[in-house]
C-alpha cells in the first residue's frame, strides 16, 4: 500500500496531467512527470525514467500491480514517500509509516540504533535488551542480498542510514513464499531496494539543515546507457546532535555516511550486474532516564549533585560525560554479483553471489557512583563476514510457473568483549581485561533448497504451494585463552565462555501456500500460510554455547494470513487507490530468550511460545488530481502460551513492547503560484499502549507505556530553472512533532542494575524527540 506523506509530486491522473501541463511551461511539466515516475504507483529502475527491461526483480516488487496480485501480505513504501522521516532519517524512521510497524530508538536520525518490529515480532537493538523474544526474527536485505548476521540473527539499522539511496521499502507480514526467503524470515522481511542503473543520464545533490546542528548531504549520478552499459553512484553523509543534552553541555553527537554504486550491463537475453555498498552510522546512547525522581539516583551517583530524573533535571537530560558515556558504531559493506539469463522461451535462470562484512564497536564508560569500578571501560568490537550464492530458475509452463532452486551460505562471527580499569589497583587495559571478556567464534553454514509451483488455472486466479528444505550447521569453539592470553592466565573466572566447543546441526522442512483470487479487476481476495524455522541467535555475554549447552531445537513460526486488496487506477470517484486489509494469525514456538544485566553480564534465560494476531489496514487514494489522503491502521494482541524462567511460569502475560494498536493519517495538496508548485502536507502518527518488561522479574510487567500521538507538517515547492544543466530545484521545510509533545516511546522497570539506590522496581526512559524543524533543498540535473 502507498504511503504518500511528503512526497513532492505523487501519480496523476490524465485529467491531472492535462491541467498541470496547462499551467506550467513545457520544461516544468516534463520535471514533474519525471519526479511522478518515482512515485509508488510508477517506480521505475533508478527513480529516473527507465523501462521495465531495465528494472531489477527487487524494483518490479514495488510496483502497486505485483502487490495487487500477489498471494502474500505486503506493504511498499515508494521512493519519495520515504521523505516523511525528515531529511536526516533514516531506515527505521521511515519504517515506522507502515502499518504494523513499531520503532523504538533512543536518536531521531538515521546514525543510532532501533528495534523494529513487524507485527510484533522483533530485529535490531534499539539500546535495551530484556524483553526482547528474540530480536533477529525478521529478515533484511538490501537490493536482494540478505544483510543479516547468520549467527546473532541480528541488523542494525544504522546500515541503512541514507534513505535518498533508495527508491522503495517492501515490507512482507510472514515467512513469504519460499523463492524469497532467507534464513530468518520467522516474522517477515524488510527489502531495501536502491537506486538502479537506468538508460537516461542525470542526477541530483541535496542539502538539509535543522535542528540540534542537524546537517545532511545527499547526491546520485546516473549514467545513462553506453554500450549496454549503465551505472549508477549514490549516496549520502550526515550528522546531528541528540535532543538529549547532558548538564555539562555534552551534546550526544551522531554521524553516518552510505555509498552505492552499481553497474548493469543489457543482454540480448537478459542482464549482469555487480553493486557494492558500504555504510557506518555512529554516535553516543544517552542514558536512561527515570520517569520519576529516586531516592539516590542522581546526576553523577552521589549525594552531592541533583536528582536524576525527568522532573527533576529535565525531560530530555542525561548523566555528564565525565561520568557515564556509551559511543556505538555499526558498519556493513557488501559486494555482490547478479545474473538473469532467459535460456529459452520457458526458461530462466538467475543467481546472485555476494560477500558481506559486519563490523560493530562499542566504547562504554561508567563511573556513576564514583566507585571506580573493575569495569571502569568497556571496549566491544565483534565482527562478521558472510559470503554465499543463491541459484534458481523460473520454468514457464501453460498453466503455472515453478521456480525452483537453492542458496548455501557460510559466515565466521567473532564476539570480542573486554571489560577493564587501567586505575590502580586494577592496571587493566582492552588486551588486558581485568574485568570479564570474552572472545569466541560461531562457523554458520546454512543451506537451503526449495520449490514452488505458481498455478494459474485462470486468468484471475494464482495458487502457489511451496516447500523448503533447510539445514543449518553451527561450529563453536572458545577463544578468549589464545586472544586475551595475560586475562585469562591472571582471571581465569572472568572469561564468559565457559563451555567447550561444540558442533550442532539442524534440518527441517518448511511447507507453504499462497493464494491470490481477483473475481473482479479491482478486487482480490488473498491468502496464505506457511512454516518457518530459524537458529536461535548467540553471542552477547553468555547464553547459548558459551554459558548454557547448545541443546535446544529450531525456533519456529506457524504463520497465516486472510484479506482483501482493492486497486482502482481511475474511477468517477477514486484515482489510484490502493486498499489492503488483512487479518494475521503467527504461532513463535521454541523460543530461546537470554536475559543480561546493564553491565551484560548473563542472568539465565527464559523459554517461551506465543501468538500474535491483529489486523492490518492501509489505504490511499488521489481524491482530486491535486489532493490525496492516506491512512494506515493496525490492531493487535500478543500473549504467551508458554513462558517460563527460573523456575517460575507467566503463562498468559502479554508480549512485552508490542503496541495494541498503530494508527496513521494524513493528505497532500498540491497547487501552482507565482511559477512554483507547491505541497502544502499534514500527517499524524499514533503508537497505542504497550506493557513494559520488568528487569526484576524477567518477565512482562503489568504496567504499560502509555500510548501518544505526533502531528507533522511540510511544505515543499518545486521550481523549474530553464537551464541546460540544472532543470528543477526541490525546497522544503519539515516540522515532525509539531505540538512539542513530551512522550516515551520506551519504559521499563528496572531491577535496579542500571542506576543503583533505590531504583529497583522504578521505571526508565527513553524519550522521544521534541519538535524538530529541518529545511532542504535538492537540484536535478
Same mark, same amino acid.
Given at each position: 500500500?502507498?504511503h504518500?506523506?511528503?512526497r513532492p509530486?505523487?501519480?496523476?491522473?490524465?485529467?491531472a496531467q492535462?491541467l498541470?501541463?496547462?499551467?506550467?511551461?513545457?520544461p516544468?511539466?516534463?520535471a514533474?512527470?519525471?519526479?511522478?515516475?518515482t512515485?509508488?504507483?510508477?517506480?521505475?529502475a533508478?527513480?529516473q525514467?527507465?523501462?521495465?527491461?531495465?528494472?531489477?526483480?527487487?524494483?518490479k516488487?514495488?510496483q502497486?500491480?505485483h502487490?495487487?496480485?500477489s498471494?502474500?501480505s505486503?506493504k511498499?513504501l515508494?521512493k519519495t514517500?520515504?521523505?516523511?522521516a525528515?531529511p536526516?532519517?533514516?531506515?527505521?524512521?521511515?519504517?515506522s509509516l507502515?502499518p504494523g510497524?513499531?520503532v523504538?530508538?533512543?536518536g531521531?536520525t538515521?546514525?543510532?540504533?532501533n528495534?523494529i518490529?513487524?507485527?510484533?515480532?522483533?530485529?535490531?537493538?534499539?539500546?535495551?535488551?530484556?524483553?526482547?523474544?528474540?530480536?533477529?526474527?525478521?529478515?533484511v536485505t538490501?537490493?536482494g542480498?540478505?544483510?543479516v548476521?547468520?549467527?546473532?540473527?541480528?541488523?542494525e539499522s544504522?546500515?541503512?542510514?541514507?534513505l535518498s539511496?533508495?527508491?522503495?521499502i517492501?515490507?512482507?507480514?510472514?515467512?513469504?513464499d519460499?523463492e524469497?526467503?532467507w534464513y530468518?524470515?520467522?516474522?517477515?522481511?524488510?527489502a531495501?531496494?536502491p537506486?538502479?542503473?537506468?538508460?537516461?543520464?542525470?542526477?541530483?545533490?541535496g542539502?538539509?539543515?535543522?535542528?540540534?546542528?542537524a546537517?545532511? /548531504?545527499s547526491?546520485?549520478?546516473?549514467?545513462?546507457?553506453?554500450?549496454?552499459?549503465?551505472?549508477?553512484?549514490?549516496?549520502?553523509?550526515?550528522?546531528?546532535?541528540s535532543?538529549?543534552?547532558?548538564?555539562?553541555?555534552?551534546?550526544n553527537?551522531?554521524?553516518?555516511y552510505a555509498?552505492?554504486l552499481?553497474t548493469r550491463?543489457?543482454?540480448?537475453?537478459?542482464?549482469?550486474?555487480?553493486?557494492?555498498?558500504q555504510?557506518?552510522?555512529?554516535?553516543y546512547?544517552p542514558?536512561?532516564?527515570?520517569?520519576q525522581?529516586i531516592?539516590?539516583?542522581?546526576?553523577?551517583?552521589?549525594?552531592?549533585?541533583?536528582?536524576?530524573?525527568?522532573?527533576?533535571?529535565?525531560?530530555?537530560?542525561?548523566?555528564p560525560?565525565?561520568?557515564?558515556?556509551?559511543?556505538?558504531?555499526?558498519?556493513?559493506?557488501?559486494?555482490?554479483?547478479?545474473f538473469?539469463i532467459?535460456?529459452?522461451?520457458?526458461?530462466a535462470i538467475?543467481?546472485?553471489i555476494?560477500?558481506?562484512?559486519?563490523?560493530?564497536v562499542h566504547d562504554?564508560?561508567?563511573?556513576?557512583?564514583?566507585?571506580n569500578?573493575?569495569?571502569?571501560f568497556?571496549?566491544?568490537?565483534?565482527s562478521?563476514?558472510t559470503y554465499?550464492?543463491?541459484?534458481?530458475?523460473d520454468?514457464?509452463?501453460?498453466y503455472?510457473?515453478?521456480?525452483?532452486g537453492?542458496?548455501? /551460505?557460510?559466515s565466521?562471527?567473532n564476539s570480542?568483549?573486554?571489560?577493564?580499569?587501567?586505575?590502580?589497583?586494577?592496571?587493566g587495559?582492552?588486551?588486558?581485561?581485568?574485568?570479564?571478556?570474552?572472545s569466541?567464534y560461531?562457523d554458520?553454514?546454512?543451506?537451503a533448497?526449495?520449490?514452488?509451483?505458481?498455478?494459474s488455472p485462470?486468468?484471475?486466479?494464482?495458487?502457489?504451494?511451496?516447500?523448503?528444505?533447510?539445514?543449518?550447521?553451527?561450529?563453536?569453539?572458545?577463544?578468549?585463552?589464545a586472544?586475551?592470553?595475560?586475562?585469562?592466565a591472571?582471571?581465569?573466572?572472568?572469561n564468559?565462555?565457559?563451555?567447550p566447543?561444540a558442533n550442532v546441526?539442524?534440518?527441517?522442512?518448511e511447507?507453504?501456500?499462497?493464494?491470490?483470487y481477483r473475481?473482479?479487476?479491482?478486487l482480490?481476495?488473498?491468502?496464505?500460510?506457511?512454516?518457518a524455522?530459524k537458529?536461535?541467535?548467540?553471542?552477547g555475554?553468555g547464553?547459548?554455547?558459551?554459558?548454557t549447552p547448545?541443546?535446544?531445537n529450531?525456533?519456529?513460526?506457524?504463520?497465516?494470513n486472510?484479506?482483501?486488496?482493492?486497486?482502482v487506477?481511475?474511477?468517477?470517484?477514486l484515482?489510484?487507490?490502493l486498499?489492503?486489509?488483512?487479518?494475521?494469525?503467527?504461532h513463535?514456538?521454541?523460543?530461546?530468550?537470554p536475559l543480561?544485566?546493564?553491565?551484560?553480564?548473563?542472568?539465565g534465560?527464559a523459554?517461551?511460545?506465543?501468538?500474535?494476531k491483529?489486523?492490518?489496514?492501509s489505504?490511499?487514494?488521489?481524491?482530486?488530481?491535486?489532493?490525496n489522503?492516506?491512512?494506515?491502521?493496525?490492531?493487535?494482541?500478543?500473549d504467551?502460551?508458554?513462558y517460563?524462567t527460573g523456575?517460575?511460569?507467566?503463562n498468559?502475560?502479554?508480549?512485552a513492547?508490542?503496541p495494541n494498536?498503530?494508527?496513521?493519517?494524513g493528505?497532500?495538496?498540491?497547487?501552482?503560484?507565482?511559477?512554483?508548485?507547491w505541497?502544502?502536507?499534514?500527517?499524524?502518527q499514533?503508537v497505542?499502549?504497550?506493557?513494559?518488561?520488568?528487569?526484576?522479574l524477567?518477565?512482562?510487567?503489568?504496567q504499560?507505556?502509555?500510548?501518544?500521538?505526533?502531528l507533522?507538517?511540510?511544505?515543499?515547492?518545486?521550481?523549474?530553472?530553464?537551464q541546460s544543466m540544472?532543470?528543477?530545484?526541490h525546497?522544503?521545510?519539515?516540522v515532525?512533532n509539531?505540538?512539542n509533545?513530551q512522550?516515551?516511546?520506551?519504559e521499563?522497570?528496572?531491577?535496579?542494575?542500571?542506576?543503583?539506590?533505590a531504583s529497583?522496581?522504578?521505571?526508565?526512559?527513553?524519550?522521544?524527540?521534541?519538535?524538530?524543524?529541518?529545511?532542504?533543498?535538492?537540484?536535478d540535473f
Amino acid at each position: 500500500m502507498q504511503h504518500p506523506a511528503n512526497r513532492p509530486a505523487f501519480k496523476r491522473t490524465v485529467l491531472a496531467q492535462t491541467l498541470l501541463a496547462t499551467l506550467l511551461s513545457a520544461p516544468f511539466a516534463a520535471a514533474q512527470a519525471q519526479s511522478a515516475a518515482t512515485d509508488l504507483g510508477t517506480v521505475q529502475a533508478g527513480g529516473q525514467g527507465g523501462t521495465a527491461k531495465t528494472q531489477s526483480m527487487e524494483s518490479k516488487k514495488l510496483q502497486p500491480e505485483h502487490v495487487f496480485k500477489s498471494g502474500q501480505s505486503t506493504k511498499v513504501l515508494g521512493k519519495t514517500e520515504l521523505q516523511a522521516a525528515g531529511p536526516v532519517g533514516g531506515s527505521a524512521q521511515a519504517l515506522s509509516l507502515a502499518p504494523g510497524v513499531g520503532v523504538t530508538g533512543y536518536g531521531a536520525t538515521g546514525s543510532t540504533k532501533n528495534s523494529i518490529s513487524v507485527n510484533g515480532l522483533k530485529q535490531g537493538w534499539g539500546g535495551f535488551s530484556n524483553g526482547q523474544i528474540d530480536n533477529g526474527a525478521l529478515s533484511v536485505t538490501f537490493d536482494g542480498v540478505p544483510m543479516v548476521n547468520p549467527s546473532t540473527g541480528l541488523w542494525e539499522s544504522p546500515q541503512v542510514p541514507q534513505l535518498s539511496l533508495l527508491q522503495g521499502i517492501g515490507i512482507t507480514y510472514g515467512p513469504g513464499d519460499p523463492e524469497d526467503r532467507w534464513y530468518n524470515n520467522i516474522g517477515g522481511q524488510i527489502a531495501f531496494v536502491p537506486l538502479q542503473p537506468t538508460p537516461q543520464a542525470g542526477g541530483s545533490i541535496g542539502l538539509s539543515v535543522g535542528s540540534y546542528g542537524a546537517r545532511n /548531504l545527499s547526491y546520485s549520478l546516473n549514467t545513462g546507457a553506453h554500450d549496454g552499459w549503465s551505472t549508477i553512484i549514490a549516496g549520502g553523509t550526515g550528522s546531528s546532535n541528540s535532543y538529549r543534552t547532558s548538564v555539562d553541555g555534552f551534546d550526544n553527537r551522531s554521524q553516518n555516511y552510505a555509498f552505492f554504486l552499481k553497474t548493469r550491463k543489457q543482454l540480448d537475453q537478459g542482464d549482469m550486474s555487480f553493486g557494492f555498498y558500504q555504510a557506518r552510522g555512529t554516535g553516543y546512547r544517552p542514558v536512561m532516564i527515570p520517569v520519576q525522581p529516586i531516592a539516590g539516583v542522581t546526576l553523577d551517583g552521589t549525594a552531592n549533585t541533583p536528582l536524576y530524573s525527568q522532573p527533576t533535571s529535565g525531560f530530555y537530560s542525561s548523566i555528564p560525560a565525565n561520568v557515564w558515556y556509551k559511543i556505538d558504531t555499526n558498519k556493513t559493506r557488501l559486494i555482490y554479483g547478479k545474473f538473469n539469463i532467459q535460456a529459452d522461451s520457458n526458461l530462466a535462470i538467475h543467481n546472485l553471489i555476494w560477500y558481506r562484512l559486519g563490523e560493530r564497536v562499542h566504547d562504554h564508560y561508567n563511573n556513576y557512583g564514583m566507585g571506580n569500578p573493575g569495569n571502569l571501560f568497556e571496549h566491544n568490537n565483534p565482527s562478521t563476514s558472510t559470503y554465499g550464492d543463491k541459484l534458481w530458475g523460473d520454468i514457464s509452463l501453460p498453466y503455472n510457473v515453478i521456480s525452483v532452486g537453492g542458496f548455501f /551460505l557460510k559466515s565466521h562471527y567473532n564476539s570480542r568483549n573486554a571489560f577493564y580499569n587501567p586505575n590502580p589497583p586494577y592496571f587493566g587495559s582492552q588486551t588486558v581485561p581485568n574485568a570479564h571478556y570474552r572472545s569466541d567464534y560461531w562457523d554458520q553454514t546454512d543451506l537451503a533448497v526449495f520449490a514452488q509451483d505458481k498455478i494459474s488455472p485462470l486468468s484471475n486466479l494464482d495458487i502457489t504451494p511451496g516447500i523448503r528444505f533447510i539445514n543449518d550447521q553451527t561450529n563453536y569453539y572458545p577463544g578468549a585463552q589464545a586472544d586475551f592470553p595475560q586475562a585469562y592466565a591472571l582471571y581465569p573466572n572472568n572469561n564468559q565462555g565457559t563451555l567447550p566447543a561444540a558442533n550442532v546441526s539442524h534440518h527441517d522442512t518448511e511447507p507453504s501456500i499462497s493464494a491470490n483470487y481477483r473475481p473482479l479487476d479491482w478486487l482480490a481476495l488473498f491468502g496464505n500460510y506457511a512454516v518457518a524455522y530459524k537458529e536461535p541467535q548467540v553471542g552477547g555475554g553468555g547464553g547459548l554455547y558459551q554459558s548454557t549447552p547448545p541443546i535446544y531445537n529450531l525456533e519456529k513460526s506457524q504463520d497465516y494470513n486472510v484479506g482483501f486488496k482493492i486497486h482502482v487506477k481511475n474511477s468517477a470517484y477514486l484515482h489510484n487507490f490502493l486498499l489492503s486489509a488483512s487479518y494475521y494469525h503467527l504461532h513463535f514456538s521454541n523460543q530461546y530468550i537470554p536475559l543480561f544485566d546493564s553491565n551484560g553480564n548473563y542472568l539465565g534465560d527464559a523459554n517461551g511460545d506465543s501468538v500474535y494476531k491483529g489486523v492490518n489496514i492501509s489505504a490511499s487514494d488521489d481524491v482530486l488530481y491535486n489532493l490525496n489522503v492516506f491512512a494506515n491502521l493496525n490492531i493487535e494482541k500478543a500473549d504467551f502460551n508458554n513462558y517460563v524462567t527460573g523456575g517460575v511460569s507467566y503463562n498468559g502475560l502479554p508480549v512485552a513492547n508490542v503496541p495494541n494498536r498503530t494508527f496513521n493519517i494524513g493528505a497532500t495538496y498540491q497547487y501552482y503560484q507565482s511559477g512554483v508548485l507547491w505541497e502544502p502536507k499534514v500527517w499524524y502518527q499514533y503508537v497505542g499502549a504497550q506493557n513494559m518488561f520488568d528487569n526484576g522479574l524477567g518477565a512482562t510487567s503489568n504496567q504499560k507505556i502509555p500510548g501518544y500521538g505526533l502531528l507533522n507538517l511540510g511544505l515543499d515547492g518545486v521550481v523549474p530553472t530553464h537551464q541546460s544543466m540544472v532543470h528543477t530545484v526541490h525546497f522544503s521545510i519539515d516540522v515532525l512533532n509539531a505540538t512539542n509533545k513530551q512522550y516515551n516511546p520506551f519504559e521499563f522497570v528496572t531491577g535496579g542494575g542500571w542506576l543503583g539506590g533505590a531504583s529497583k522496581g522504578q521505571v526508565l526512559a527513553l524519550p522521544g524527540a521534541p519538535r524538530t524543524l529541518y529545511a532542504s533543498v535538492t537540484a536535478d540535473f
